[in-house]
């Protein structure tokens, strides 16, 4: 099979994906975004993990960079973990009186530090410009501690929306722009018109009926959260709230549903194209499939316990990706550039 079939054949089943992840969306946003976030997220962190490894971090001289990111990436996500309700008393015995609330309000900064330094990795080899972005990161992040707007764009955006759908989009059309075949261009302009349709199509709350056992881990696990805030920065809905009966509410949990699942999706169709399975170990592969069982049976037993585990792959995944999104994006700029080192 040539490479442009194979593209061609990605290309297919990418807008097929986007059909069945909208479907999906639509007629179960609360099962659906759960199902994926617990049985294809862990699959898709460790797979990218695995390709971002065999490519060098998508950076040149990538040590020490990418011991500083995971670092970052796990201080980020190990505030999930002892916010556990059988973990409050280990905190409390550290931090009495205020448990782990107060450190919720500075992780953000995190992300801040890794997308400048992720920035600087792409940009230049210099170690020393390296450092003054670390340090410059540092500053911001410290800055802007507190502040409503970065907290909105760090804590809640940058690693949901941003990520599942911004740079997947990006991601999108810069194969488009690079395949130049129909399929690749049909691609990119559904996946910007989805939205769109979900925000016109008709809709009535009286046809959905959420069972207890989807509301009750989609509130504890705080995914409300999530499209309310973006229907309270784009001026509609309910402000600051989610409710189960409003047609505002649903469309934007669809999107958000939407979003997500073909992140995942989007991911696996394109396998024959970036080779992520390709020269793996039978030792790697068994390793990966043991802490993805492992993974999917925690969130099996205890959703809330699932999410707070694999938040430390979700946010690896996440931060060890900026490199190959600034590539990204820069490739959909100014095109001719490699996404990764080969």
């Not at 040149?60 to 990436?73: E, N, Q, R, Y």
């Not at 990161?137 to 759908?165: D, E, M």
Request: glycine letters at 8%.
């Amino acid at each position: 099979m040539t490479a442009a079939s194979t593209v061609r054949r990605a290309d297919t089943v990418n807008l097929a994906a986007q059909v069945v992840s909208l479907a999906l969306a639509w007629h179960w946003p609360l099962a659906t975004l759960l199902v994926s976030f617990a049985v294809l997220g862990p699959l898709h962190y460790l797979t990218e993990l695995r390709w971002l490894h065999a490519h060098g971090w998508g950076v040149t001289k990538p040590k020490p960079w990418i011991w500083v990111l995971a670092g970052l990436a796990l201080a980020f996500s190990l505030p999930f973990l002892l916010a556990l309700p059988w973990l409050r008393p280990l905190v409390a015995a550290f931090s009495p009186g205020r448990g782990i609330a107060p450190v919720f309000g500075w992780i953000n900064g995190l992300l801040l530090i890794a997308l400048v330094t992720c920035a600087a990795l792409v940009a230049t080899e210099n170690k020393w410009l390296r450092w003054l972005a670390f340090g410059c990161g540092c500053g911001l992040a410290f800055a802007l501690q507190g502040r409503p707007t970065a907290n909105l764009w760090l804590g809640f955006y940058l690693p949901s929306l941003v990520h599942v759908f911004g740079f997947t989009s990006v991601f999108v059309w810069v194969g488009a722009r690079r395949s130049g075949h129909p399929l690749g261009w049909c691609n990119g302009i559904l996946l910007l018109a989805i939205p769109v349709l979900i925000a016109l199509l008709p809709l009535n709350p009286a046809d959905y009926a959420f069972d207890s056992a989807w509301r009750a881990p989609f509130v504890a696990n705080s995914f409300h959260l999530l499209p309310a805030r973006l229907g309270e920065s784009l001026g509609v809905g309910p402000e600051r709230a989610f409710y189960f009966d409003d047609a505002v509410s649903l469309r934007l949990q669809i999107f958000v549903t939407f979003a997500y699942l073909h992140h995942y999706l989007n991911w696996f169709a394109k396998t024959e194209v970036i080779g992520w399975h390709r020269g793996m170990r039978r030792s790697t592969l068994a390793l990966m499939l043991v802490i993805w069982v492992v993974c999917v049976a925690t969130y099996v037993w205890d959703y809330r316990v699932g999410f707070a585990v694999s938040m430390s792959l979700s946010t690896l995944h996440l931060v060890l990706e900026f490199p190959v999104d600034f590539r990204a994006m820069r490739s959909l700029v100014v095109g001719g550039q490699s996404l990764i080192r080969s």
